[in-house]
């Protein structure tokens, strides 16, 4: 990010009466704070670019306070909550001073807040960015007395919202099954949005919501707020609805307070997580769309690169890591044109061998029984083939069956007196990453692989275990409840410091799949692991609600075999690779069982792929239809290139009706005035073309009309030729390549 001069106005005092309303801009949204010192900060206004004036006409302002702590009014829900060593709770904070700052994109208003009962401050932070409407709020809760003080609800953000009848959507899953939609009518009272699993945001409950202000939620229109806390471990987010007509709806964010009294130190300070937000008049659609921009540009590592097309070995062949298998695979994804190959897990241990899911992390040292030639011969290898080469690593974990926890039993999470409970295998447990030791050996499992081997190119960082056993050996019994917030700062000090050493590596992020989906990581990693669920049908439906709130380029995408291994539907070769197209594409099979037709078609598939890849990565998407309306028949979206040059269409067809209605789907984002050629994206029969394919039809055109489904994905009837790879009406599947003339 381009780094401008960093201007810093001490304001207060050098104001007059009027101007004591404070505005942050983004290109489209407005949010304005009254902040009169002595007197506690006012939220006037959040929404569509407006001046307090405007807001004020149409009776969108409000006189609301900014951040409430508890202490002296019961109407407006605290956002805080502060014991003193003397037992007292009551705060009463009031503007101290404001600043204002600009930095590259963002500006930041800051509002210091002190207590005027104790030796306590806050300050009040929001951000906003120049070329996205995008807002950050977060707080900073500092201790200024000579004795510690205990936190005991510290959320990040308080925002009221003028709203009617709203819509939550939400996300929900778990492993294998993560990332579904959830949209409920918000009634009177408190819905909150929570997770309790320590270490992985995702793994129930994501700290993302959208929220419509009027009625239902529409793709295209109406208004509706998107939000997302950046925090790994426990979070609340609430939506406090109270029937009294005067008040609005509250939205508060931050950190869960549950078992996490958080005890900070004479003058030390606790930054909270940041909670992202942007409001959309264009609905929903809109709403992902900013997301998705200001993540590419301002989020993710490296957000704005294409992915590479790689084969990860996990469910070809699980622990068998052998050097044959990752020999045969390797060769199999470069001859198919894919561009890396990922050996998974299997690789490691030698005292205790990781055949099994029982034993061996903690252990990074290759199995030589497996892999004799060690690392550097499997990265030469794959190399050699013109390929790239990933590892995948596990490092928070140990396994009781292992050599270090032989060495260091005391640096694991456990309760002194309780037999600690085991995850995955029946013998994982999680170090506990407040330890400084914990954290540099950490550090070091990337560290030792990348020095001593510095062209690998990728590593998947796994996460198999939520934080069971939450009493740390390290912490003092005074600081356990501080456990669940440190343990996650922690983490990050690490990641930054792995960055910091080995900026370049590729590293994907996966949680038993993707339940650890959550911003907070993504200036470390490139991308992350959806879902260890690769059946297309049930992955498209969690990629879909996944895409509501991340872009596709860093949602890792893979291919299954025939018959897949968790939900044993059988699917097409072309469905699997157009669900995977939706984001980066990749492949968890064998190749060597592909039919000689099957291989053909994937080798077109990828080289197809990386034709759209662009569009599909970096460009805007488009919801069309959601799989989860009239019956789940049909699905499609699109992505359009910011300049409306090139467009992607991906139509799915998941269950066939005989004689079912004709669907029409009207494509969004194009250019009205501008001709674009159509082309069928890797079609399964070479020599059947579509009555499209080819043509040139106005933006303007497919948009107002759009197009009819049955004549994009014809019935198949009896008497298909050999090899033939449809095999049924269901799970059939369009891509349209649209080129501007
Ligand atoms: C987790 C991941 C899988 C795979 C296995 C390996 O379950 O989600 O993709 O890497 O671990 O043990």
């Not at 979070?235 to 609805?241: S, T």
């Not at 900026?503 to 799949?513: R, Y």
């Not at 009309?705 to 449809?726: A, C």
Request: aromatic share 10%; proline share 5%; hydrophobic share 40%.
């Amino acid at each position: 990010m381009k780094r401008a001069l960093l201007f810093v106005m001490i304001l207060m005092g050098a104001i007059d009466s009027m101007a004591k309303n404070y505005t942050l801009s983004t290109p489209n949204n407005t949010l304005i704070i009254e902040a009169v010192e002595g007197k506690a900060p006012m939220f006037r206004y959040y929404g569509s670019k407006a001046t307090l004036d405007e807001a004020e006409s149409v009776g969108k302002a409000l006189q609301y306070e900014a951040f409430h702590a508890f202490g002296n009014r019961t109407d407006i829900p605290f956002a805080a909550l502060v014991k003193f060593q003397d037992g007292d709770n009551a705060v009463n904070l009031v503007v101290e001073s404001v600043e204002q700052s600009k930095e590259g994109h963002i500006s930041t208003l800051c509002i210091t807040l002190k207590d005027t009962l104790h030796p306590f401050r806050l300050k009040l932070r929001y951000a906003a960015f120049d070329d996205c409407d995008i807002m950050k709020f977060s707080t900073e809760y500092i201790n200024d007395g000579k004795k510690p003080i205990v936190l005991q609800k510290y959320m990040s953000a308080s925002l009221p919202v003028i709203s009617k009848n709203c819509t939550l959507l939400s996300l929900y899953g778990n492993t294998k099954n993560e990332s579904n939609e959830q949209f409920e009518r918000l009634g009177y009272g408190t819905k909150l949005l929570t997770t309790q699993q320590g270490n992985r945001t995702s793994y129930d409950i994501h700290a993302s919501f959208m929220l419509s202000l009027e009625g239902e939620m529409n793709e295209q229109c109406g208004n509706v707020i998107a939000g997302s806390l950046l925090w790994g471990g426990n979070f609340d987010i609430e939506f406090i609805n109270s029937p009294f007509k005067r008040l609005p709806t509250l939205i508060q964010a931050g950190i869960s307070p549950l078992a996490s009294d958080y005890t900070l130190n004479p003058k030390a300070s606790l930054t909270t997580p940041e909670f992202v937000l942007t409001h959309s008049n264009r609905g929903k659609g809109e709403a992902s769309r900013t997301l998705h921009y200001w993540a590419r540009h301002h989020q993710v590592l490296d957000g704005t690169k294409l992915r590479e097309v790689l084969l990860n070995s996990w469910e070809g062949v699980h622990f068998d890591t052998t050097q044959a298998n990752m020999e045969s695979m390797a060769a199999d994804i470069a001859e198919l044109g894919g561009e890396m190959f990922v050996m998974d897990d299997g690789w490691f241990g030698n005292k205790y061998p990781r055949n099994n899911d029982k034993t061996s992390l903690g252990d990074w040292e290759v199995c030589r029984e497996k892999l004799p030639g060690g690392i550097g011969s499997l990265v030469k290898m794959v190399h050699d083939k013109g390929i790239k080469f990933g590892i995948w690593i596990e490092p928070e974990m140990v396994n009781i069956e292992s050599e270090l926890y032989e060495k260091h039993p005391d640096w694991v999470l456990r309760h002194p007196s309780i037999e600690p409970q085991p995850g995955r295998g029946g013998g994982q447990l999680l170090l506990d990453m407040t330890n400084p030791q914990v954290q540099d050996f950490v550090f070091g499992v990337v560290d030792k692989l990348m020095t001593e081997h510095p062209d690998i190119d990728y590593i998947k960082w796994d996460n198999n275990m939520s934080m069971h056993n939450a009493s740390s050996q390290y912490l003092p019994l005074s600081r356990q409840s501080n456990l669940s917030v440190d343990f996650n700062l922690a983490l990050i000090k690490v990641l930054k410091r792995i960055r910091a050493a080995h900026p370049d590596v590729i590293i994907q992020l996966c949680a038993s799949g993707g339940t650890r989906l959550n911003y907070v990581y993504m200036p470390y990693f490139q991308e992350v692991w959806a879902s260890d669920m690769t059946d297309p049908l049930h992955r498209l439906k969690l990629q879909w609600g996944a895409l509501d709130f991340y872009p596709s380029n860093i949602l890792a995408a893979h291919v299954c075999s025939h018959n897949n291994k968790y939900t044993q539907r059988h699917s097409p070769l072309k469905f699997r690779f157009d669900v995977a197209s939706m984001c980066r594409l990749g492949v968890e099979m064998v190749p060597a069982t592909f039919t000689p037709t099957e291989r053909a078609f994937a080798k077109r598939a990828i080289a197809e792929y990386k034709k759209i890849r662009p569009t599909v990565q970096q460009g805007d998407m488009y919801k069309l239809i959601s799989p989860f309306d009239d019956n789940g028949e049909y699905a499609a979206l699109m992505y359009v290139d910011s300049d409306k040059s090139k467009a992607v269409t991906m139509i799915y067809r998941l269950l066939y009706t005989h004689d079912m209605p004709h669907r029409i789907i009207r494509m969004q984002g194009l250019d009205p005035n501008r001709q674009y050629r159509i082309r069928e994206v890797a079609p399964e029969m070479e020599n059947e073309k579509l009555a499209i394919d080819g043509k040139i039809v106005s933006g303007r055109l497919l948009m107002e009309e759009g197009v009819v489904i049955p004549e994009l994905i014809r019935r198949i009837k009896g008497n298909r030729p050999i090899n033939d790879l449809r095999e049924s009406n269901d799970y059939r599947s369009v891509v349209l390549e649209l080129v501007a003339e």
